[in-house]
């Protein structure tokens, strides 16, 4: 069987259970990818017994045509109603994504009450000096080619589009420049987690991230073994393991 074969573009959610039933975790994927990226990471904090959305955003799991015709407001609409159905039947909810799942996580910490965040090489900058430009651009370049695939693991395919449109690529670099003047506003402790080696997301995006929070909020913990697309890399389980620990000490501080 091909990797294709089993790759699911299908939203996840589990309604939690245990000691932990009443804490959510609402997941967002990345830019052209799907919930295929995270679906382990959401199982592993569904067995934990919490209480899990990660909806499939707008535009993606179809075509690169179709992600081409909507808005970053789109994505985050679709992401914050998965937080608003946690919050109605959960005493927390904790915001976490990947890539540019991370920067709608750190979106919704800003502008809802979140017990936390939790992100993975989260996007905030393009490193691309022709970001600015993408909206003059995509009158005349459609596409450009696909950026997924950043997995250092043998075998490893995150479903991502094979091409990349350029009017998303304008949006995303709107969602970002957004972003990063609500990060003052977040309160909730952030944990991040950084690949060594990312070919997708620079170094300007951390420093985005650092310079944004509040001090005290931030912590990071490093991947030595994985590149962007880390919650389907060689640290994975790591990252499910870490996501739970933290999750655990933020309840612990609320008295749970």
């Given at each position: 069987?091909?990797?294709?074969?089993?790759i699911?573009?299908?939203?996840?959610f589990?309604?939690?259970?245990?000691?932990?039933g009443?804490?959510?975790?609402?997941?967002?994927?990345?830019?052209?990818?799907?919930?295929?990226?995270?679906?382990?990471?959401?199982?592993?904090?569904?067995d934990?017994?919490?209480?899990?959305?990660?909806?499939?955003?707008?535009?993606h799991?179809?075509?690169?045509?179709d992600?081409?015709?909507?808005?970053?407001?789109?994505?985050?609409?679709?992401?914050?109603?998965?937080?608003?159905?946690?919050a109605?039947?959960?005493?927390?909810?904790?915001?976490?994504?990947?890539?540019?799942?991370?920067?709608?996580?750190?979106?919704?910490?800003?502008?809802?009450?979140?017990?936390?965040?939790?992100?993975?090489?989260?996007?905030l900058?393009?490193?691309?000096?022709r970001?600015?430009?993408?909206g003059?651009?995509?009158?005349?370049l459609?596409?450009?080619?696909a950026?997924?695939?950043?997995?250092?693991?043998?075998?490893?395919d995150?479903?991502?589009?094979?091409?990349?449109?350029?009017?998303?690529?304008?949006?995303?670099?709107?969602?970002?420049?957004?972003?990063?003047?609500?990060?003052?506003r977040i309160?909730?402790?952030?944990?991040?987690?950084r690949?060594?080696?990312?070919?997708?997301?620079?170094?300007?995006?951390?420093?985005?991230?650092?310079?944004?929070?509040?001090?005290?909020?931030l912590?990071?913990?490093?991947?030595?073994?994985?590149?962007?697309?880390?919650?389907?890399?060689?640290?994975?389980?790591?990252?499910?393991?870490?996501?739970?620990?933290?999750?655990?000490?933020?309840?612990?501080?609320?008295?749970?």
């Open positions: 069987m091909s990797s294709e074969a089993i699911s573009h299908e939203p996840f589990s309604d939690g259970h245990g000691p932990r009443r804490v959510g975790v609402v997941l967002a994927h990345g830019f052209t990818g799907s919930p295929h990226a995270l679906r382990d990471w959401a199982a592993h904090l569904a934990a017994g919490f209480a899990v959305r990660m909806p499939l955003l707008p535009g799991g179809t075509s690169w045509e992600l081409a015709t909507r808005h970053w407001q789109d994505w985050y609409r679709a992401y914050e109603a998965a937080y608003q159905e946690l109605q039947g959960c005493d927390a909810v904790v915001s976490a994504g990947l890539s540019m799942g991370g920067c709608l996580a750190l979106r919704l910490a800003a502008l809802k009450p979140v017990a936390g965040t939790v992100v993975v090489n989260p996007g900058v393009i490193d691309d000096w970001a600015p430009l993408a003059v651009l995509k009158h005349v459609k596409s450009t080619p950026i997924g695939n950043d997995i250092l693991k043998p075998g490893g995150e479903g991502a589009y094979d091409r990349t449109p350029t009017a998303s690529a304008h949006e995303l670099y709107k969602l970002f420049a957004n972003t990063r003047e609500l990060l003052p309160g909730a402790p952030v944990h991040l987690f690949s060594r080696t990312d070919h997708i997301v620079g170094d300007s995006s951390v420093r985005a991230l650092q310079a944004g929070l509040r001090d005290g909020l912590e990071t913990q490093w991947l030595e073994n994985s590149y962007h697309v880390a919650t389907l890399d060689n640290d994975a389980p790591g990252i499910f393991a870490g996501s739970v620990s933290f999750i655990d000490a933020l309840e612990a501080g609320r008295g749970r």
